[in-house]
């Protein structure tokens, strides 16, 4: 069964009857003094508002009631970003950069008790028995970040007045969350992965000489992906996907990830996800790497699946060493425990020297400024970062923009289009912000890439801007293992310079269509 990745769907359809506000009005939505929170009709109201505006909605500026009104309508989770007074580091514009470790720098220790005790001594007011145990909520040793629960609007005020605090925003607020409409996995990127049947052999997919299935859309007409591989298959590169993690039943992602012509190379399988907390303390289940939602199977299959005698489709970049990060449930990040995982995926690659490209299919509606920390700090490092510009209902994906964190100056954001390659692909969405575009949609009959399935070899099939931003994470690694010594603004030169629109960048599709043998500089096979 062909699976589309509709995962802003539901949230976007709240957006069809708002109205444009003035700034005024979207800094302060409710002048009432009644000490009551905005409902969550408000509050969404409020952040479509500023969506239609300005295509974006930041936390820094909505008022201090706003964003208590977003922690009483969610978890209570507020992520504070604190530094020394006069160290701006990580908000928009400045130069400084994060620190290397925030635990080891003195200065940032001290501004971080400061600001705990700050904190405790507000939410004292309301619960005097309140440790500082149970105050914090996720810890973060590397970031300049406190995750702590709050229920009091005057901790927000004093917070977000302070010199010591970068920014203090809701971490588990979303428009369209759990608890206001009938939101299943499927509205979320999730599914069963199942293999798509009636697959035809010549036009949905060309068995290569060992066996496996090359995807249609991996022709040279397209993307010249099969004769790049005569000059680079991604060998000694490694590719971090930071998603819902990997199959434990899919034995390319396994036991068998070396096999045919694909040799010599590792995968890791890891989890950033952390439990959710009570009072500070862990509950349910540990968390584990495995992919209960079929999306990061699918996204890990398309970059780097291998090129086998099983008869599985394989990966652009399929002798690349990668790593899977189970790092939310879902792709739509809504929960504070995607967005720490999240956060915490992009610091251990930013930490690792043997990881070079990232790819996240995964994003949201509102800002999240402790996750641009995150991905600063991996940018900082030379990592190269692709996220998808946004995945939803057709009818939806053609008026909002490139989401968040595909939006941000250190990702690349990419996006599909149909094979007429004029066409975006019907639930992508397209913007300023996009830099790549993939063939992903058949305009004949809908057909997606092909990809790895949660288990056996049958292929199955996925769509949306997420499987466009796995692709051009593989073809990266295949360009990048060409040129190993170069560096990441080198190869995304590179990949510019091989684009249909190298010279003319489109304000819909940026560079558009990477040809990954003129990057390799092979002949290509038509």
Sequence with gaps: MQKTTLWLAAALAVASSCQRASDDELAKPDPALSGEALSTGQLDEQIWARVRQTGSYEWQGASDHVVWSALERSDNVLSIGYAPA??????????????????DDEAFRRVRQQVLEMVLAEERKGNPALTMEQLVVFQDEILPVLSVRVQQLSTVQRLRSSPLVRYAEPMGYEPYHPGTANRTLSSSGCGSNSATPNLIAGSDFTVLSNGSKSSWNQADVYHGIRSAWTQST???????????????????????????????????????MPRNTIFGI????????????????????????????????VGVAYNANLVTVRAAADVFLDESREVKGVSDAFTLAGNRSDIRIISMS?????????????????????????????????????????????????????????????????????????????????????????????????????????????????????????????????????????????TNRSPSFGYGRVNLARAVGANVVQ
């Excluded at 499987?467 to 295949?478: E, L």
């Design 86 to 103: 006069g160290n701006r580091c990580g908000t928009p514009g400045a130069t400084d950069q994060l620190p290397a470790r925030a635990a």
């Design 282 to 313: 862990p509950y349910g289940d540990v968390e584990t790497p495995n992919d209960g939602c079929g999306h990061g199977t699918s996204m890990a299959g398309v970059a780097a699946a291998p090129r086998g005698t099983d008869g599985a489709s």
């Design 362 to 502: 995964m994003g949201r509606v509102t800002s999240s400024s402790q996750m641009t920390d995150a991905i600063r700090y991996a940018h900082q490092r030379g990592k190269l970062i692709f996220c998808a510009a946004g995945t939803s209902f057709d009818w939806t994906a053609g008026w909002v923009g490139v989401i968040y964190p595909a939006s941000l100056p250190e990702a690349i954001a990419v996006t599909g289009v149909k094979d007429n390659l004029t066409s975006r692909c019907d639930e992508c969405h397209v913007g300023s912000d996009v830099e790549f575009t993939v063939v992903m949609q058949k305009s004949s009959n809908n057909l997606r890439p092909l990809s790895l399935a949660m288990s056996g070899d049958a292929p199955s099939t996925v769509g949306g801007s997420s499987v466009a931003t796995a692709t051009m994470g593989g073809m990266a690694a295949v360009v990048w293992a060409l040129y190993p010594t170069e560096t990441r603004d080198q190869i995304r030169q590179r990949l510019i310079s091989a684009s249909s629109n190298a």
């Design 234 to 272: 991604g060998r000694g590169m490694k590719l971090m996907i930071i998603d819902s993690g990997s199959s434990s039943a899919q034995e390319n992602l396994g036991s068998a990830f070396n096999q045919g012509l694909s040799s010599g190379r590792t995968i890791e399988r890891l989890v950033t």
